[in-house]
């Protein structure tokens, strides 16, 4: 994608302004958050985030009457990177900004966009993503989580009462709402009679437990709803319909904050490769062979990036980058372990104080399940790119 000087201009004003602001008591977060990492300094990130929002960088591409910039694809990877580069912590809004707001753009009444967008925009209000249940992950035409409409409660259309489990739902403990798949069809199957709903959070008719993930660290939650209630125009999309919306939002999963994660994978690598200097594992052929590998990977997935964000990469470009970036992840956090040697088996004290290599390599097992398997991407690859029979489904 090449700069034209007006990008150029705009990359001089994001890399100033970051830098003229990520002082004072935003210095100390760099680096804070991310994968892993959810936990840290929560508060002061979501008032750095309120901060870049009062400024106008947060839904950058967005159209302008939504509170968004309508940055080109060009500037958003432009900010992206120089995000990353800066060192700035990682956003706490992503799941509004990236996953529902373009969904709400695309889908929502006008109602919805005037109540929901600029509240994402400006960061007062958090999501999640209420997809997983205990037997619908990659089958998730499988959910079982039920919604049935009960008139004369609340806003004259009624309520919707909703009961079942969701599972993996991540950041559900800080989030306000959350992007519910649910069957409003009762005796339906599969994607027929689902409903894409919008939930508050902060009611009685829901649970959050937190699970503890592998990294110690608790990012992601069970979420157990036992008659808890949203209002009956707060459907996105036709009652009936989530399927078709839930898939949208899928697709937007994979959009141009991937350019930002890349600046990120690519400070990893260059502290790896200097890590590999002060060991001494850097004599070593064979880490050596593979340090090389990992930033031919990483130039090759910056390349399909670019490819695929700009069309040309074909139906399959997204699932090929998701491959290619989680496989590199997790083979990055193996290479890490490799370059500390034995000091990478022991955790630095108790009760379970984790370096950020170990933290890399114990959460990039997750990279390869979430936003859709390696298998599953796989799949979409053998029938999309090669024309190959669909697979038979359950
Ligand atoms: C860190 C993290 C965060 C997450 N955050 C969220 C969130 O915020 N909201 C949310 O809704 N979900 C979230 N998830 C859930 C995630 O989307 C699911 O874990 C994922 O879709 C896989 O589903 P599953 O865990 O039920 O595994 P399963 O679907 O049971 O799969 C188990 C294994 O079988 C393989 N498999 C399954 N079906 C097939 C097939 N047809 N062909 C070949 N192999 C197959 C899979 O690839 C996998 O290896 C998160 C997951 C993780 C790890």
């Given at each position: 994608?090449?700069?034209?000087?007006?990008?150029?201009?705009?990359?001089?004003?994001?890399?100033?302004?970051?830098?003229?602001?990520?002082?004072?008591?935003?210095?100390?977060?760099?680096?804070?958050?991310?994968?892993?990492?959810?936990?840290?300094?929560?508060?002061?990130?979501?008032?750095?985030?309120?901060?870049?929002?009062?400024?106008?960088?947060?839904?950058l591409g967005?159209?302008?009457?939504?509170?968004?910039?309508?940055a080109t694809l060009a500037q958003q990877v432009i900010f992206y990177?120089?995000?990353?580069?800066?060192?700035?912590?990682?956003?706490?809004?992503?799941?509004?900004?990236?996953?529902?707001?373009?969904?709400?753009?695309?889908?929502?009444?006008?109602?919805?966009?005037?109540?929901?967008?600029?509240?994402?925009?400006?960061?007062?209000?958090?999501?999640?993503?209420?997809?997983?249940?205990?037997?619908?992950?990659?089958?998730?035409?499988?959910?079982?989580?039920?919604?049935?409409?009960?008139?004369?409660?609340?806003?004259?259309?009624?309520?919707?009462?909703?009961?079942?489990?969701?599972?993996?739902?991540?950041?559900?403990?800080?989030?306000?709402?959350?992007?519910?798949?649910?069957?409003?069809?009762?005796?339906?199957?599969?994607?027929?009679?689902?409903?894409?709903?919008?939930?508050?959070?902060?009611?009685?008719?829901?649970?959050?437990?937190?699970?503890?993930?592998?990294?110690?660290?608790?990012?992601?939650?069970?979420?157990?709803?036992?008659?808890?209630?949203?209002?009956?125009?707060?459907?996105?999309?036709?009652?009936?319909?989530?399927?078709?919306?839930?898939?949208?939002?899928?697709?937007?999963?994979?959009?141009v904050?991937?350019l930002?994660?890349?600046?990120?994978?690519?400070?990893?690598?260059?502290?790896?490769?200097?890590?590999?200097?002060?060991?001494?594992?850097?004599?070593?052929?064979?880490?050596?062979?593979?340090?090389?590998?990992?930033?031919?990977?990483?130039?090759?997935?910056?390349?399909?990036?670019?490819?695929?964000?700009?069309?040309?990469?074909?139906?399959?470009?997204?699932?090929?980058?998701?491959?290619?970036?989680?496989?590199?992840?997790?083979?990055?956090?193996?290479?890490?372990?490799?370059?500390?040697?034995?000091?990478?088996?022991?955790?630095?004290?108790?009760?379970?104080?984790?370096?950020?290599?170990?933290?890399?390599?114990?959460?990039?097992?997750?990279?390869?399940?979430?936003?859709?398997?390696?298998?599953?991407?796989?799949?979409?690859?053998?029938?999309?790119?090669?024309?190959?029979?669909?697979?038979?489904?359950?």
């Amino acid at each position: 994608m090449r700069s034209s000087p007006h990008d150029e201009q705009f990359r001089r004003t994001i890399r100033e302004w970051l830098a003229a602001n990520l002082t004072g008591r935003f210095a100390a977060l760099r680096d804070a958050g991310g994968p892993g990492r959810e936990h840290e300094a929560h508060a002061e990130r979501v008032a750095w985030n309120r901060h870049l929002a009062a400024a106008g960088w947060t839904c950058l591409g967005w159209p302008a009457e939504h509170g968004g910039r309508g940055a080109t694809l060009a500037q958003q990877v432009i900010f992206y990177e120089e995000y990353a580069r800066s060192r700035a912590p990682a956003r706490v809004g992503y799941l509004g900004e990236e996953l529902l707001g373009p969904t709400l753009i695309a889908f929502g009444t006008p109602e919805q966009k005037s109540r929901f967008l600029p509240r994402i925009a400006a960061v007062e209000e958090l999501w999640c993503q209420g997809y997983s249940e205990p037997g619908a992950g990659s089958d998730l035409a499988a959910v079982s989580t039920a919604a049935r409409l009960v008139k004369g409660e609340g806003e004259a259309g009624g309520q919707w009462v909703i009961t079942g489990q969701k599972v993996w739902t991540s950041l559900a403990v800080e989030a306000d709402w959350c992007f519910v798949l649910a069957r409003t069809e009762p005796g339906s199957k599969r994607g027929a009679g689902l409903s894409y709903l919008l939930v508050p959070m902060r009611q009685p008719g829901i649970t959050v437990r937190p699970i503890r993930q592998l990294t110690g660290t608790s990012e992601f939650n069970e979420v157990f709803f036992d008659g808890a209630r949203t209002d009956a125009g707060l459907v996105v999309g036709e009652v009936g319909d989530g399927w078709r919306v839930a898939r949208a939002t899928l697709a937007i999963e994979r959009g141009v904050a991937t350019l930002g994660q890349q600046v990120g994978f690519e400070r990893e690598l260059n502290r790896l490769v200097e890590l590999a200097r002060q060991t001494g594992a850097s004599a070593d052929p064979l880490i050596r062979d593979r340090l090389g590998r990992a930033w031919i990977g990483l130039e090759a997935m910056r390349a399909h990036a670019l490819r695929t964000l700009a069309g040309g990469a074909g139906g399959s470009g997204p699932s090929e980058l998701k491959l290619l970036w989680s496989r590199w992840h997790q083979e990055l956090g193996e290479l890490a372990m490799d370059v500390q040697g034995a000091p990478s088996m022991a955790a630095r004290g108790a009760p379970y104080d984790l370096d950020d290599w170990q933290r890399l390599f114990l959460f990039s097992r997750a990279d390869t399940i979430y936003g859709g398997s390696d298998e599953i991407q796989r799949t979409l690859i053998a029938e999309r790119a090669l024309g190959l029979p669909r697979q038979a489904r359950a």
